[in-house]
């Protein structure tokens, strides 16, 4: 075992220990399989990631260091879990996830043996887990789960979704993220009126040639 890998197991370990208040811990996880899937999973390419929807439109903060947490109230945390490279620190990060005060995991993986979000839910369940597909032949992997091993899954390359579903959870038990989800929803309600109102009042060619 690598020691930057077992140096991770122990630290898992360690937080899960802890007890820390819930309001100190990292809300959501968010685990890929490959650092190649940053931008996917994160941010950044032709559309929002996961990190664009809870930072610039949820208002969440990243979380990376467990003993401290950043001044958002509600915080995500980010790792590499290799299910084929590390399953070692992959079954670790599963297992301890709801110890270390996690209460949702958003799990992304590419290529066709896709396996990250689904060994990630099926250890650690009964802790709910959204699936991502890095890439279009990711998809079969990731929505194949049997009957009893259940895995919610967005879209491919759809991690903005994943992390508004995530907050959806979140929103059961707390009052402040549905007032946030509810605020975003409006916004996309209004830019919708306020295009179409455009559109009609301008006309199609003037409104093209903008």
Known sequence: MS?????????????????????????????MGSDSDLEVMLTGGKRGGAYDAFVDELGFGEQTDYENAPDERFTFETYVTSA??????????AETAEERGLEVIIAGAGGKSAD???????????LPVIGV???????????????GAPLVAVDAGKSFNAALSAAQILARQHESVRDRLVAYHDGLRE?????????????TESFSNE
Not at 21 to 31: K, Q
Not at 116 to 126: D, Q, R
Not at 191 to 198: A, L
């Open 84 to 93: 084929h490279r590390t399953p070692d620190l992959m079954t670790a990060y």
């Open 116 to 126: 990250l979000p689904n060994m990630t839910a099926s250890i650690a369940y009964p």
């Open 3 to 31: 020691d930057s890998v077992s140096d991770l197991i122990d630290r898992l370990h360690r937080e899960a220990e802890q007890d820390r208040p819930t309001e100190e811990t990292p809300d959501v996880g968010i685990v």
């Open 191 to 203: 830019s919708v009126g306020t295009v179409s109102r455009e559109l009609h009042d301008r006309g």
């Open 133 to 147: 597909p890095v890439q279009e032949k990711s998809v079969d992997s990731v929505i194949g789960m049997p009957t």
